[in-house]
């Protein structure tokens, strides 16, 4: 009996222990960084007014979307209420918001030793302009926000971490035209070298 508690109680250790490693160290997703990023470039450089509720003038495209979203979390602790409404009323606070600069790419990252493809770094570069109107009194004022992002993934999380719908968050891994095949093939063909070496001096 107390062998079989025993069987019990590791078979749940190692169940946990696999649990862990394959849902914890799951990196951010390409849209979760887009979204994070600008929410707190947003939060840092804007000024706000509880008293008040700003509506957001959401653009169209997805990745557009995405960055109003992330505008709009930004904004939550500065107002009352940050809303996308699905119509703009003149007479409120309303942010409209222009992308001047996108862009989202991966790089060679750190090694992960011999025989092992490279890290894949994650680096996001966005600016937008912000323009804040106040239909009632008529006055307006407008932000530049910069927001910057890197880390560095396993390149087994590419599929994971990718977006599904929006093409500027689903970059070309480095790598992945002819240098993906040349350079495992240069490690093949070294060991395989030193191999007949080895036998052939013996």
């Given at each position: 009996?107390r062998?079989?508690?025993?069987l019990?109680?590791?078979?749940?250790?190692?169940?946990?222990?696999?649990?862990?490693?394959?849902?914890?160290?799951?990196?951010?997703?390409?849209?979760?960084?887009v979204?994070?990023?600008?929410?707190?470039?947003?939060?840092d450089?804007?000024p706000?007014?509880?008293?008040v509720?700003?509506?957001?003038e959401v653009?169209?495209?997805?990745?557009?979307?995405?960055?109003?979203?992330?505008?709009?979390?930004g904004?939550?602790?500065?107002?009352?209420q940050?809303?996308?409404?699905?119509?703009?009323?003149?007479?409120?606070l309303t942010?409209?918001?222009?992308?001047?600069?996108?862009?989202?790419?991966?790089?060679?990252?750190?090694?992960?030793?011999f025989?092992?493809?490279?890290?894949?770094?994650?680096?996001l570069?966005?600016q937008?302009?912000?323009?804040?109107d106040?239909?009632?009194?008529?006055?307006?004022?407008?932000?530049e926000?910069?927001a910057?992002?890197?880390d560095?993934?396993?390149?087994?999380?590419?599929?994971y971490?990718?977006?599904r719908?929006?093409?500027?968050?689903?970059?070309?891994?480095p790598?992945?035209?002819?240098?993906?095949?040349?350079?495992?093939?240069?490690?093949?063909?070294s060991?395989?070298?030193?191999?007949?070496?080895?036998f052939?001096?013996?």
């Open positions: 009996m062998k079989a508690k025993l019990i109680l590791f078979a749940g250790l190692i169940i946990t222990a696999v649990w862990n490693v394959a849902f914890s160290g799951q990196p951010l997703t390409n849209e979760q960084i979204l994070s990023t600008v929410k707190q470039a947003v939060a450089k804007v706000g007014d509880t008293s509720i700003v509506q957001i653009k169209s495209g997805e990745l557009e979307r995405l960055i109003g979203d992330g505008i709009r979390d904004l939550q602790d500065k107002f009352r940050a809303i996308n409404p699905g119509e703009i009323d003149p007479q409120k942010i409209n918001y222009e992308m001047l600069g996108f862009d989202f790419t991966y790089k060679k990252g750190h090694s992960r030793g025989l092992k493809s490279n890290k894949v770094a994650r680096d570069r966005c937008v302009r912000l323009s804040i106040n239909g009632a009194s008529g006055n307006s004022n407008s932000h926000i910069s910057f992002y890197h560095e993934i396993e390149p087994a999380d590419l599929n971490a990718k977006s719908t929006i093409p500027e968050l689903s970059p070309a891994a790598g992945s035209g002819w240098s993906r095949y040349a350079e495992p093939s240069l490690v093949i063909a060991v395989g070298t030193l191999v007949y070496l080895f052939a001096n013996r």
